[in-house]
């Protein structure tokens, strides 16, 4: 067993998914689930969190999983943080995957509140998830707070300046919350497109142009699946040498 537990570094860690009942974080928390973690998910739907505990359970009958509802979209986000730390408890990662509707709209049909309300579960929310957090993550470089942006920080797309000021933003984020909770280590994952919800409004036909336009020019030939870019995560819980670190999954995109 201490053979075991030396070699799976996230064996009975505690594991927290704030957007972990769909997409990338649901892959996370399966994933951890697999390594032999205890895992509690949450996102703004109680009904969401229930059934994704549900489809867990099923998977993996032995899983230790429970989860909360927080609402990050409103204006009390700081203080449903607050209840979602306390209800969770103490823990060893904290990863933050959730998202919500793209803001791509042209940057002069843009407004100050449509440009903060864009940012409101993208870059505010994680900031305050990693102050609010830092207090209930166990001390030293085994624990973790990892991240998420999006590709378009460093690969510009028409219509997304918002978005992708706020993508660039947690490059930076990352790095100076890496020295301000140090030893706590803070890293951030840079998916480029992956096959999950978030494209769930685009109309089938030109998410399938999209993607298939994205697979002929990725070097790896496809479009990302959330269980690879999973894996991406779990190395960054597990690597207690990394921190301030930007790592992609994003299939080679970044190469042509």
Same mark, same amino acid.
């Given at each position: 067993?201490?053979?075991?537990?030396?070699?799976?570094?996230?064996?009975?860690?505690?594991?927290?998914?704030?957007?972990?009942?769909?997409g990338?974080?649901?892959?996370v928390?399966?994933?951890?689930?697999?390594s032999?973690?205890?895992?509690?998910?949450?996102?703004?739907?109680?009904?969401?969190?229930?059934?994704?505990?549900?489809?867990?359970?099923?998977?993996?009958?032995?899983?230790?999983?429970?989860g909360?509802?927080?609402?990050?979209?409103?204006?009390?986000?700081?203080?449903?943080?607050?209840?979602?730390?306390?209800?969770?408890?103490?823990?060893?990662?904290?990863?933050?995957?959730?998202?919500?509707?793209?803001?791509?709209?042209?940057?002069h049909?843009?407004?100050?509140?449509?440009?903060?309300?864009?940012?409101?579960?993208?870059?505010?929310?994680p900031?305050?998830?990693?102050?609010?957090?830092?207090?209930?993550?166990?001390?030293?470089?085994?624990?973790?707070?990892?991240?998420?942006?999006?590709?378009?920080?460093?690969?510009?797309?028409p219509?997304?300046?918002?978005?992708?000021?706020?993508?660039?933003?947690?490059?930076?984020?990352?790095?100076?919350?890496?020295?301000?909770?140090?030893?706590?280590?803070?890293?951030?994952?840079?998916?480029?497109?992956?096959?999950?919800?978030?494209?769930?409004? *685009?109309?089938?036909?030109?998410?399938?142009?999209?993607?298939?336009?994205?697979?002929?020019?990725?070097?790896?030939?496809?479009?990302?699946?959330?269980?690879?870019?999973?894996?991406?995560?779990?190395?960054? *819980?597990?690597d207690?040498?990394?921190?301030?670190?930007?790592?992609?999954s994003?299939?080679?995109?970044?190469?042509?």
């Amino acid at each position: 067993m201490l053979g075991q537990q030396k070699y799976n570094k996230l064996a009975n860690k505690h594991i927290l998914v704030i957007g972990g009942t769909s997409g990338i974080g649901y892959a996370v928390a399966e994933a951890s689930i697999e390594s032999g973690a205890r895992v509690t998910i949450s996102s703004s739907s109680h009904d969401r969190v229930l059934s994704s505990i549900i489809s867990l359970k099923n998977s993996y009958p032995k899983a230790l999983v429970e989860g909360h509802a927080c609402d990050l979209s409103k204006p009390t986000v700081e203080k449903n943080i607050e209840e979602l730390f306390k209800n969770t408890g103490k823990v060893d990662h904290i990863v933050f995957t959730a998202g919500d509707k793209l803001a791509t709209i042209p940057i002069h049909e843009s407004t100050l509140e449509s440009i903060q309300k864009a940012g409101q579960i993208r870059f505010f929310a994680p900031l305050l998830v990693a102050k609010v957090g830092s207090r209930y993550l166990n001390p030293g470089p085994t624990s973790s707070i990892v991240l998420t942006t999006g590709s378009v920080a460093e690969h510009p797309n028409p219509n997304w300046s918002v978005i992708a000021s706020y993508a660039a933003g947690l490059h930076g984020m990352t790095r100076n919350l890496a020295l301000d909770l140090k030893p706590i280590r803070v890293n951030l994952v840079s998916p480029g497109a992956v096959d999950t919800e978030l494209w769930k409004d *685009m109309p089938s036909d030109a998410k399938a142009r999209m993607f298939k336009s994205i697979s002929e020019k990725a070097p790896t030939g496809h479009v990302g699946k959330p269980e690879e870019v999973a894996e991406t995560y779990l190395w960054l *819980m597990k690597d207690s040498n990394v921190t301030g670190f930007v790592a992609c999954s994003d299939s080679g995109m970044k190469l042509v």
